[in-house]
């Protein structure tokens, strides 16, 4: 599976981005997708997932209400729109593929996904 993200960019605080991230080489719709992110200096964190179907959906606290994840498998394409960004949200954010079909309890760890894109650079001016 090939993950390429894309929508990042440079935005003030208080803005929008929508990130996408289209896979090809497999069976997309069956995958638990997810987003992470990784500061400069910061180990890598979760960020949001996304079951198979797309009804199913887990969120960091750090983004709750803020950040929605969502999937359309007739696009092979999840996407993260991120609402009311903060300057603590600058990252590279990555996407990254599960080939389990449901959540586990190990979700928010980036060691169980088995796919990862080359990440995009999302940047949040105060």
């Known amino acids: 599976v090939q993950l390429v993200e894309s929508g990042g960019g440079l935005v003030q605080a208080g803005g929008s981005l929508r990130l996408s991230c289209t896979a090809s080489g497999s069976t997309f719709s069956t995958y638990i997708m997810g987003w992470f992110r990784q500061a400069s200096g910061k180990e890598r964190e979760f960020v949001a997932a996304v079951n198979w179907s797309g009804g199913s959906t887990r969120d960091a606290d750090s983004v709750k209400g803020r950040f929605t994840v969502s999937r359309d498998n007739a696009k092979d394409t999840v996407y993260l729109q991120m609402n009311s960004l903060k300057p603590e949200d600058t990252a590279v954010y990555y996407c990254?593929?599960?080939?389990?079909?449901?959540?586990?309890?190990?979700?928010?760890?980036?060691?169980?996904?088995?796919?990862w894109g080359q990440g995009t650079q999302v940047t949040v001016s105060s």
């Open positions: 990254a593929a599960d080939r389990r079909t449901y959540f586990t309890g190990n979700y928010y760890r980036d060691v169980i996904y088995d796919y």
